[in-house]
């Protein structure tokens, strides 16, 4: 089961906060398959950060490419067909990034590690 870290996953993940749900934790932990990090949650992580909404991430922000290869993490680009869906998904989720993530998940068909239930709407797998 190939993941993608939703950037609150990512972030409690590189903070080490209790957060993180035990199962994710042990997902992420166990290396048999990908852990897939997102180009989105790097912009999203670098706006919020620009914009004071995560403190916490500063850190993360300016070391984001080498904390991604020392996880052992894959980088997952964003491309035309990702925008795409990500642009004709259904009304019920506005977030820009979150419906980004879930284009990426289904498209690239990765199970989504979140705690946002709003994504089982859209036909993700979800892992929390």
């Known amino acids: 089961m190939s993941l993608l ?6 972030i409690w993940w590189f903070l080490d906060s209790p957060r993180l749900s035990d199962r994710a934790r042990s997902a992420i932990v166990d ?19 620009r914009l004071g909404k995560l403190p ?12 991604v290869e020392a ?9 035309l067909e990702h925008a795409l869906v990500a ?9 820009p990034f979150d419906r980004l993530l879930i284009a990426q998940a289904l498209t690239e068909n990765l199970t989504l590690v ?15």
């Open 31 to 49: 290396y048999s398959d990908p852990v897939y990090v997102s180009a989105v949650s790097a912009f999203e992580i670098a706006t919020k950060v």
């Open 114 to 128: 979140s705690n946002e239930r709003l994504f089982d709407g859209f036909g993700v797998r979800r892992l929390w």
């Open 71 to 79: 996880q052992h993490f894959k980088p997952l680009p964003l491309t």
């Open 87 to 95: 642009g004709g998904l259904s009304d019920g989720h506005k977030d």
């Open 56 to 67: 916490d991430a500063a850190r993360l922000d300016r070391s984001f490419d080498a904390f």
């Open 5 to 10: 870290l939703d950037t609150h996953a990512l």
